[in-house]
């Protein structure tokens, strides 16, 4: 079994920076692949971004591109989540998740394990 737990959300200003952390635990987790997604009320979840196992290969939301930062410390089993720039519109309860596929996925329905969230709430 895998557990997730995301910290690091909080209150912010608009143009603010906030760094999520997700510390994993289980076993291989360090070979399986990590994603952040958030959801906002009332809207489905939706991906933000995501990083291969070895930290080589990451992917973004073009909503997040250039302001938001994925990476990982293997060594601790955890995966973080640089927001810089941050906007109203980046207000949601973040997640993280992993899989075990070795392809880069933007899909939630193809991540195998979940965290319970973090709420970022950014003011204008």
């Known amino acids: 079994q895998v557990q997730l737990v995301e910290s690091g959300g909080g209150l912010v200003q608009a143009g603010g920076s906030l760094r999520l952390s997700c510390a994993a635990s289980?076993?291989?987790?360090?070979?399986?692949?990590k994603g952040w997604f958030r959801q906002a009320p009332g809207k489905e979840r939706e991906f933000v971004a995501t990083?291969?196992?070895?930290?080589?290969?990451?992917y973004y939301a073009d909503s997040v591109k250039g302001r938001f930062t994925i990476s990982r410390d293997n060594a601790k089993n955890t995966v973080y989540l640089q927001m810089n720039s941050l906007k109203p519109e980046d207000t949601a309860v973040y997640y993280c998740?992993?899989?075990?596929?070795?392809?880069?996925?933007?899909?939630?329905?193809?991540?195998?394990?979940w965290g319970q969230g973090t709420q970022v709430t950014v003011s204008s």
């Open positions: 990083i291969s196992w070895s930290g080589g290969s990451t």
């Open positions: 998740a992993t899989r075990r596929g070795a392809v880069l996925s933007s899909l939630p329905g193809e991540y195998d394990y």
């Open positions: 289980g076993r291989t987790v360090s070979s399986y692949n």
